[in-house]
C-alpha cells in the first residue's frame, strides 16, 4: 500500500487507469506496537470472549477485541462513529492489490486496518485499506470550477465541499481518507438497500444522513462489512438469507438444474438477471465458489422444477477467500 502526500512524489495505480495518483500518506499517525495476528476460531468473524486484559478493548456489541496499534487508530481517528465495531480479530490476509505475503489485518464495520511491519516505528505503520478505490473506480477529473466554498485536487481531478469537505477535514483529512476520487452523487447501499448521497475517496465512502443531528449526518459507508461479505467471512448465509455463499453444482436432473450449495447440502437454484449476469461474467461455472445477494423466491416469483428453493438472485460476485 502506498502512501499519501498533498504534494509528495506519487504512483500511479495501473488499475485506475491512469487517472488516479496515490502519493505517500501526509500528517502524523501512531507509532505503537505492533499487533499480533489473534486466533478467532473458524472464521475471521467468530466472536472471542472477553479476555479481560489490561490495554485490550472488548466490544460486547460484536463480540471483538482491539489492541495494540489499531486501537491507538481507532481511538486517534474516529473511533466508532468513524470506523463502526471491529467485526473480526486480527489476522493474516494476503494484499488484494499485490503479490505480497500475507499480513496483519483487522476488519471493522466501516474500514479495513491493516499493519505494514515494514513501517515500524513510523507514522505509517498502520493505514486503512484503499476500499474506496476498490468499490468504485476513480470517474473521469472535473475541471476547476473555482468554486470558493470547495477544494479541488488537481491529483484526481475532483471537489470536496459541503458537510463533506468540514467531515474530512475534522476526521484525519488526507491520512485517514485519501484523496476524492469522485464528486457527490446518489447511490444504492447495497449492504442496507437504502440511497444516500455519497462521495468515494482513495480509503471510504461518505454518506450524507440528513435524518441525524450533525455531527452525525456524515457517515463512512459500510465497505469493511461489504468487503467481509464479499469475501465470505461471515460464514454461509445470513440469518435472513439477503446473501448466500457456497459453491456452484451443476446436475443433469430435469433437464439441467444449476444449484448453489451452502453447507451441509443445503441447496437454492439461482434464478433472476442478476444470475444471468453472473452467468456471463464466467460465475456459473460448476465448482466455483461465490457470494450471491437477492432473497428466496417468494410465492408469486418463477419456481423452477428443479428440486430445490429457487433463490432470486440481485447480483453475485467470485468468493476468493473460499477454500479449493
Not at 170 to 180: E, F, I, R
Not at 292 to 310: K, L, S
Amino acid at each position: 500500500m502506498q502512501k499519501l502526500t498533498h504534494s509528495g512524489p506519487r504512483l500511479l495505480l495501473a488499475a485506475l487507469l491512469s487517472l488516479l495518483v496515490v502519493a505517500p500518506l501526509a500528517g502524523t499517525g501512531p507509532t505503537f506496537a505492533a499487533p499480533a495476528a489473534q486466533t478467532s476460531g473458524a472464521l475471521p468473524t467468530s466472536p472471542v470472549p472477553d479476555p479481560h486484559q489490561a490495554g485490550v478493548r472488548w466490544f460486547a456489541a460484536t463480540g471483538h477485541t482491539l489492541r495494540g496499534t489499531f486501537l491507538k487508530y481507532w481511538e486517534q481517528y474516529g473511533g466508532l462513529a468513524q470506523f463502526g465495531y471491529p467485526i473480526t480479530e486480527e489476522f493474516n490476509e494476503s494484499d488484494p492489490q499485490s503479490e505480497k505475503p500475507a499480513f496483519v489485518v483487522q476488519y471493522f464495520e466501516r474500514a479495513r486496518f491493516e499493519h505494514h511491519p515494514e513501517l515500524t516505528g513510523t507514522d505509517q505503520e498502520v493505514q486503512l485499506g484503499l476500499l474506496g478505490v476498490q468499490f468504485h473506480k476513480p470517474d473521469p477529473p472535473v475541471p476547476d470550477l473555482g468554486n470558493m466554498n470547495a477544494e479541488y485536487f488537481p491529483e484526481t481531478g475532483h471537489h470536496l465541499g459541503g458537510p463533506f469537505r468540514d467531515y474530512w477535514h475534522a476526521h484525519g483529512g488526507l491520512y485517514v481518507n485519501g484523496y476524492p476520487i469522485t464528486e457527490m452523487f446518489e447511490e444504492l447501499n447495497p449492504v442496507d438497500g437504502k440511497k444516500y448521497l455519497v462521495q468515494y475517496f482513495q480509503r471510504a465512502r461518505y454518506e450524507l444522513h440528513p435524518e441525524n443531528q450533525p455531527p452525525y449526518d456524515v457517515l463512512l459507508g459500510l465497505l469493511g462489512t461489504r468487503l467481509a461479505l464479499e469475501k465470505g467471512y461471515f460464514g454461509s448465509h445470513a440469518d435472513d438469507n439477503s446473501w448466500i455463499s457456497g459453491k456452484v453444482m451443476i446436475t443433469r436432473i430435469q433437464g439441467g438444474c444449476v444449484f448453489i450449495n451452502y453447507g451441509d447440502n443445503n441447496m437454492v437454484q439461482p434464478i433472476g438477471d442478476g444470475w444471468t449476469a453472473a452467468e456471463s461474467a464466467g460465475l456459473a461455472k460448476e465448482g466455483q465458489s461465490v457470494v450471491v445477494f437477492g432473497h428466496m423466491a417468494g410465492p408469486n416469483e418463477p419456481r423452477p422444477m428443479c428440486p430445490a428453493q429457487a433463490y432470486v438472485v440481485e447480483r453475485a460476485v467470485a468468493n476468493t477467500n473460499a477454500s479449493p
